[in-house]
Each structure stands twice: as C-alpha cells, then as structure tokens.
C-alpha cells in the first residue's frame, strides 16, 4: 500500500453490535431494554429522574463489558493492519471497534464507556470500570452525565462524519439501513463516482439501485469482502456483487 491508497469508509449501525449480542434500539415498539426510550434517553429524562438514567447506562455499560467483537469487527481491523486505508464511522456506543484492533473510528452517538460534565461536554472522563452515580462530579463541579447523544440532542461529529464520507473512494455500510437517519444523510455526503456495497440479511430490499447489496449478516459478509480485498491487496467491487 502507498500514501495514496483508496480510502475505505465503512458506516456502522446497530446490527454490527447486536450479532456481538447487544440488545438495541428498535422504533418498532419503542422501547429499549423493556424502558421507554421518553424515560432512559432524553433530557427531559434526566432532568426528571437522573438517577434512573444512570442506572439504565450502567446496566447497559456492564453489557457492553461482556461483549467481544465479532468477525465483523475483528475483519475491519485487519484490513487495516494490512495496510488499508479504514476509517469508521459508527452510531455505535460500544467499543467493539476498538477492542477489535481499530484505531481510526469516529462515534456519531458517544461513547458508553465515558462520562462527561453536564456543563462542558469539553471535559470527559474514561469509566474503563464502574459506572456514574449521583453526585460524581466534573472537574467544573457538575454531575457528571454518559457521554451519548441522547434523543432530542444535536450530533456534535455529524459535519466531521461528513468529510470523512466526502474523501471516501468506497463506501461500505454496515448493520444499518440506507433509509435511516443519520446514515441515510451520511451516504449523500460520498462523492458521485464512490461505489457503495450495503451488507445486510436483507440489503437486496433495502438497497437503492446505484448500492451494491451483499445479502448476508455482517458477521459473514465482512470477512468475505476483507478477504477479497487483501487476496487482491486492492480496494474493488467484486463481479459477484
């Protein structure tokens, strides 16, 4: 590989976690762990009863403790320790990516294993064990909060997601659909020529006409691409595709 290597962007959702076995979010019946997402992941949540949001982030840090990446994750990182050009963007809270080997991963919706102030989002605290409770506090003296973007919030990384997308020479989406938001808006971001590969159970139904669709999970479909690609030591859209 060279300096001037294609760029492989990979945009990941919430079905690359759950094949790690993390339980998500789905708008089907609104709820996320048998709570109201109105109750656990909104500022008017946490103004109301913090207490239970913090306990609710706690159980979901212990899970997410417990998980290990899966061949998805472990075939992103190693296409990068092979000299490809990866950067990740995810709407993942998780460090899956991370534990996995990858160094180059952006979080559109924070991360679950940080705390921050509930004054200056400037200031985060790692949580590498444990979690927050009442009265822990920021260095500004504020209760500390989970380092996510909450339901009603803005997306603090969404413009950096979008030149990251905007320098993209492949673009590969993964665990999410193409007619979510913000990945739907993300996908816009790639320049006209970039080819795009959707890996889903379901992509062939999902996937406009221009996406290329890889009908498989992504615990399959990944390491199946990876392995193309570094067979080939190339970035390309395989004919079978």
Same mark, same amino acid.
């Given at each position: 590989?060279?300096?001037?290597?294609?760029?492989?962007?990979?945009?990941?959702?919430?079905?690359?976690?759950?094949?790690?076995?993390?339980?998500?979010?789905?708008?089907?019946?609104?709820?996320?762990?048998?709570?109201?997402?109105?109750?656990?992941?909104?500022?008017?949540?946490?103004?109301?009863?913090?207490?239970?949001?913090?306990?609710?982030?706690?159980?979901?840090?212990?899970?997410?403790?417990?998980?290990?990446?899966?061949?998805?994750?472990?075939?992103?990182?190693?296409?990068?320790?092979?000299?490809?050009?990866?950067?990740?963007?995810?709407?993942?809270?998780?460090?899956?990516?991370?534990?996995?080997?990858?160094?180059?991963?952006?979080?559109?919706?924070?991360?679950?294993?940080?705390?921050?102030?509930?004054?200056?989002?400037? #200031?985060?605290? &790692?949580?590498?064990? =444990?979690?927050?409770? *009442?009265?822990?506090?920021?260095?500004?003296?504020?209760? $500390?909060?989970?380092?996510?973007?909450?339901?009603?919030?803005?997306?603090?990384?969404?413009?950096?997601?979008?030149?990251?997308?905007?320098?993209?020479?492949?673009?590969?989406?993964?665990?999410?659909?193409?007619?979510?938001?913000?990945?739907?808006?993300?996908?816009?971001?790639?320049?006209?020529?970039?080819?795009?590969?959707?890996?889903?159970?379901?992509?062939?139904?999902?996937?406009?006409?221009?996406?290329?669709? #890889?009908?498989? &999970?992504?615990?399959? =479909?990944?390491?199946? *691409?990876?392995?193309?690609?570094?067979?080939?030591?190339? $970035?390309?859209?395989?004919?079978?595709?």
């Amino acid at each position: 590989m060279t300096d001037s290597q294609p760029r492989l962007v990979v945009l990941t959702g919430a079905g690359i976690s759950a094949e790690s076995g993390l339980k998500t979010f789905r708008d089907g019946d609104g709820l996320w762990e048998n709570h109201a997402i109105e109750d656990v992941a909104t500022p008017e949540a946490w103004v109301r009863d913090p207490e239970l949001v913090l306990r609710f982030y706690d159980e979901r840090r212990t899970q997410v403790r417990r998980a290990k990446p899966n061949p998805a994750h472990h075939a992103l990182a190693e296409l990068e320790q092979a000299g490809f050009d990866v950067r990740i963007v995810t709407q993942n809270i998780d460090d899956l990516h991370e534990r996995a080997g990858s160094r180059d991963v952006l979080h559109l919706h924070g991360e679950i294993l940080k705390a921050r102030s509930s004054i200056d989002p400037r #200031l985060l605290y &790692p949580l590498p064990r =444990g979690g927050i409770k *009442l009265g822990d506090l920021c260095d500004k003296g504020s209760q $500390l909060r989970p380092h996510v973007v909450w339901f009603g919030e803005a997306v603090p990384t969404y413009p950096h997601a979008c030149d990251i997308v905007a320098e993209a020479d492949l673009l590969l989406v993964v665990g999410t659909s193409l007619s979510v938001m913000p990945a739907a808006m993300l996908v816009d971001q790639a320049p006209v020529e970039c080819p795009c590969i959707l890996v889903d159970p379901k992509a062939s139904h999902l996937s406009p006409r221009w996406v290329k669709a #890889l009908d498989r &999970p992504a615990s399959e =479909g990944l390491p199946t *691409l990876a392995e193309h690609w570094k067979r080939e030591n190339r $970035l390309w859209v395989p004919e079978w595709l």
